[in-house]
Every structure is written in C-alpha cells, then in structure tokens.
C-alpha cells in the first residue's frame, strides 16, 4: 500500500469506525458484528503503526467511543474510563500473561478476574460520602451526566456506610437489567402497546438515557461496582481484590462471582467455569475480565492509547442455533457497499427472537455455500448482531438456490460493480441513490468537502424526510430550500436558518479539488482529488476523460517498469501518479452514471465548482510550479489548511519532511525540528511574507 493509498484507507477507516462507535455507543443500534468492527479497528491499527505521520489525535484508536449525548450536560472524568483491549482465544490470555510477566520481571503474576458485565458502564462520584453527580464513559475523557436518573436506582447508595469514609471518591461500574426483570419489563410494555426491548443491555441503555428520570425510575435498573478513579482523603488499597472488598464494605453492591487466580491457568480456569454458569447466572455476561491484583504493579506497566496494559476482556464465543433460510436480500448501506441477509425462520439465540442475519459478502456465501432453503446456524456475533455462521448440508432439500448478486441497486437502478481487490458489491449511483442519500449530502457538505457550516446530521434527516434534498444540488436550488422553510423545522429558528442559508450561498465557487472530494466518489479522498484536479485541470476535462484508455495505459506502464525495475533501467512516467487502476476504475464507474452525472450538470449550472483550477498546471506560478515545500510553526494570518491550499493551488507539493529534495521550508513562529533540518541541510527558508510574496509573482509576470 503506497502512502497516499494508505492515507485514503485511513481517513476512510476513522469515517466508518467512528459512524460504528456512534451508533453502537449513542444510538444503541449496531450495523455490524463485533467481530467486524475488531477487523476494521486492526485494519487502522496496522496502517497508522506502518504510517506514523497518518496518525491523528481524533483517531479512534486514540480513544474509547463516541461523543456523549446533546441533551445532556457533559462531565470531564478526572481520571479517564478507558476500555479494555479484547482476547478471544486462549493463546491471547497466555500472550497477555506473557507480556505482563515480562514487563514486570517476575516469574508468576495474581490476578482478579470478574465477569464482564453485558450493560452501561458508568462513574459515581461521591464528595464526603454523599452521592453528588454520576456520568457515563462517553468517549472515555468526557460523559453525560444521567445523575438524576442513576439516582433512581436502588442498588445505588445515596449516602455511603462504614467507617472510612474518603473525602471524595469515584467508582466505576455498570448499569444493567438482570434476566428476570427483563422479561418482566417486555411483559408490561407488551401490555401497554409499548415498544419492547430487543435485549437487557438496550433496555439498561435506554432507560439511563431517558431525558424523564421518572421513566427511569420504572425500569428495573441495577448497578455493581468494579472499580475506582479519583480518591481523595483515603490511601488507595495495595491490591484490586481489597478495593473491591472496600468499596462493598461502603455500602456498594459488588458482584461476588470473582476470585483472584495466578497466571494463564487460573485466569483460563476461572472463564471455564463461568461459561458453564453462564446460561444459569441472573443477569448477562460476554466474557470475563482479568486485572493485575497489585495497584502498584498495575501503575508499573501502564498504559497504551486507549486501554490498560495490566487488564483485559477475554470474550466468550457468541451462542448459536439452527433455522432455514427463506430468502436472501439485498440491503444498501449509506456508502453504498451492498449486504446480502437471510431472511430466516424466526429463531431463539441468546434469549433474543432472530428472523434476519447477516451473510456479510458474495464470496462469504460461496464459502459456507449458503442457499435459499438450507438449514443453516445462526450466531449472534458479539451477542448482537446475528450472522450465518455455517449449514448444514445433510439436511439440504433438493429444490434449493443459489443466490447472484443483482446487477442494478435495488433502491436506485444505478449498476452494482465490484473492485478486484474487494470483496463488497457497490452501488455507483453515489449522487442520487435513497440508500446514499443523506450520507452523499453530509459528506458534501462536510468541513474539508464544500464546508456548508451548520449543515449537521439532524438537519439533514429531517430536510430528506420532508423531501426537501434528494441530490447535493437541491441545497443551491432555491425552489427546494430557503431561509423560511429551514426556520419552520426543529431545533431551527429564522437566525440559525440565515446562518445556514450563507453558509450554502459561501461555499459556492469551490476550488475543483474540494469539489471533486465532496462527490464522494469511492476511494477518492484529498489526496486523490488534488492529482485529479491538478492533472485535468478543469472539470470539463474530467468529465470529458476516456477512462478505458488511461486505465490501459496505467496498467502497461506498471507493468514496462516492472520489467525496467529488474533490468535496473530508467522507468517511465507513471499515468496519473499516486492513483491506482483500481481507484481510476473507481472514479470511471461513478462518471459514467447519467444520474450522477446529471447532478454535476445541476451544480455546475448553479456555479457550486470553479470549473478551471484556480491557478492550473500549465499557468502556476513560475516561482513556484514544481517546487517541494515544508510547512512549520504557526503563521501570523495562515491556517495550516489555508497555507497547504495556498501552495497546492500555485502548483507545489506540501511535503511532511525535510530533505535535500525540499525547495522551501515556510516557519511561522515556534517552529519545530524541520527548521533545525532546513538549517543543517541549507534550505531557503521564508515567512509567510515570503511565500505570498512567491505566489504573487504570477500575476506580477502576466
């Protein structure tokens, strides 16, 4: 994977992963299995760990979850809720143990190990024994503060017991729904004609996120505590195992199911006879967590971005059942990616009634060889998202079929295509699908995109519902949308709708690299958008590409230097550098949709895209055309980002290092490490003066 493909995959993976956490975190809707979202967050992972400079302070493997909830006030945790990393196999415990043991020089290591509770994790803070606010993990650095309704719940205390009471002290723990109450609780929203809960973990969810604590207080919620953060007033205990005793000694409810074991062995003993137990314990368990027992061991192996190095969750297989699948569909998701689901003969899994599953992909249903009419198991993947995990082909009648993928989306009838190196079938009708729709315009109108400020999630659903936006074009389209009609929905007044109105009139005129980001076209990130911008041009010429040729050519000159690459001789110029077949085959599918194309006709009649470059190739700046440039310290007038487009646009590459291939190194004030380098190496050296000054010879020379 080349730089700029990575740089793409990463910028697409944080999008995906982040969409994932909000909607499994804030929404209490997955989309995807456990097990899916693990391969996406590894996928990240290696990248930014073979890419340094690709990793970003807001990437989700710098942090827990999602953004806590609008409605609720926030909370700052004094010491962060940091999640736990995950082992699912028994050699991921052993190499856990290993690495601790290790990393402690000793020869053996105790440990606690607790189930792992399926609930809402969250924090109480208790100032002088008295119970005074409590939050959830939120994003593990900042939470919502649901104090009025945890105070609801009676396993609670309001006021702690015992002797030892610290000034202030914060304990950690989860809100959850025991079994029983469970199904007691669907019992009576039954009897109302009330929405029943699909699980006791979305049932403990939903009712702590209930604006009306009184709602709250109906719910039959309980808590157990599992551990502390900020202490004050009381030396923190020496070992995990007596802060527990210590914090159930206070009045706290602390579940008993847990005992300190030594090493691999004892932590694997003690996970086998709570996945016996499991299906006969009160409430719902999705594996065990194991912690170092010494606090001061603890604080010696610390942590890594987003989880403790001396715990880990250690995760239970998801439970299975056998149905028959009655038909196969085809769902559309919001960037277009196509997913077959069974639809199955309903069926219990885990306490839950499953009637659809996941089948992933074309090539997972050629491998298991599911068919319409086949008994198949179902497993409910990270017990909750079900998902085929085999069939059984002894029980197989005769008259069952093979499913095809279609060859048009069902939602649009744009064709369905498919990249050699990917697995997903994939809409191209990314302008104009329904699927696509509302992610098409966020994304368009999104900071980096066309930047249309206050154009957020909320206000774009209720515009598509009210059938006031199908395309991007519809925002310029004063028939379509205007000051009044924006004022008259929710959470919008005549101010916030002006506000909006220009921020849609000011992002008119884009420069063509943005323009060509905001379409959203698969595998097209910045960067992409910069070559394709600088290398056509305008959007005429784009538009007008003979894509089946540029692909040809692409791919023999990959192959000729190939050869040249052997035979150690001069290589030829690569057609459109930094791009890929695959990405222009990508770009060529999208152009040659007559739906996607008639909205480009829309928006460029509506003037929304700079038709030519601001400065093209074969006019940039003299000075400038070609040229390498290292941005460092901080401009008195420039941001980065406009100093980066400042440059781009006169014809240069930013580049992110210092070296002797660079023509100029911009330093703004407190620079870094690169001035020390542009010294060394003798590079020129400007100020923002000086590069305005570069970029102004243009017209200066015309």
Sequence with gaps: MVAAEASDRAEELRAEINRHNYRYYVLDDPEITDAEYDRLFRELLDIETAYPELLT?????????????????????????????????????????????????????EYVAEPKF?????????????????????????GEDVTANLRTIRSIPLRLQGGEIPETLDVRGEVLIFRGDFVRLNERQRARGEKVFANPRNAAAGSLRQLDSRITAERPLRFFAYGIGELVGRQVPSLHSEALDWLSSLGLPVCAERAVVRGAKGMLDFHAAIAARRAHLPF???????????????RRLGFVARAPRFAVAHKFPAE????????????????????????????????????????????????KDVRVGDTVVVRRAGDVIPEVVRTRPEHRPPATREFEMPGSCPECGAKIERLESEAVHRCTGGLFCPAQRKQAILHFASRRAMD??????????????????????????????????????????????????????????????????????????????????????????????DWDTLIADKERVQKENQRRRAREDRLLDPVL???????????????????????????????????????????????????TIVLTGTLPTLSREQARELVEAAGAKVSSSVSRKTDYVVAGAVPGSKYERAIELGVTILDEAGLKALVGKRSAEE
């Excluded at 009210?466 to 005549?494: N, S, V």
């Design 57 to 109: 302070p807001d990437s989700p493997t710098q942090r827990v979850g999602s953004e806590p909830l609008a409605q609720f006030a926030a909370v700052s945790h004094r010491t962060p809720m940091l999640s736990l990393n995950n082992a699912f196999s028994e050699e991921e415990v052993a190499a856990f143990d290993r690495r601790a043991v290790e990393g402690l020089g000793l020869k053996t290591i």
């Design 118 to 142: 399926d609930g809402l994790a969250v924090n109480l803070r208790y100032h002088g024994g008295i119970f005074v606010q409590g939050a959830t993990r939120g994003d593990g650095q900042t």
């Design 284 to 298: 719902d368990v999705d594996g065990v967590v194991y912690k170092i027992n010494s606090i001061a061991q603890q």
């Design 320 to 367: 299975e059942a056998e149905t028959s699948v009655l038909e196969i569909a085809v769902q559309v998701g919001r960037t277009g990616a196509l997913t077959p689901v069974a639809r199955l003969a309903p069926v219990s899994v885990g306490g839950v009634t499953v009637a659809n599953a996941t089948l992933h992909n074309l090539d997972q249903i050629r491998a």
């Design 452 to 545: 249309v400020e206050g154009l957020g999630e909320k206000l774009v659903d209720q515009l598509v519902e009210r059938g006031l936006l199908r395309t991007p074009a519809d925002l310029y389209d004063p028939a379509q949308i205007d000051a009044e009609k924006l004022a008259k929905l929710d959470r919008m007044g005549e101010k916030s709708a002006t506000n909006v109105m220009s921020a849609i009139e000011n992002s008119k005129q884009a420069p063509l690299a943005r323009f060509i980001f905001a379409l959203g076209i698969y595998h097209v990130g910045e960067e992409v958008a910069k070559i394709l911008a600088q290398h056509f041009g305008s959007l005429h010429a784009l538009l007008g590409a």
């Design 577 to 627: 550098p930094g791009i890929g077949p695959e990405i222009m085959q990508s770009v060529a599918s999208f152009l040659r949709q007559p739906h996607n194309r008639e909205v480009i006709a829309q928006l460029r009649k509506r003037q929304v895209v700079r038709d030519h470059m601001a400065i093209t190739p074969k006019g940039a700046t003299a000075a400038l055309a070609g040229k």
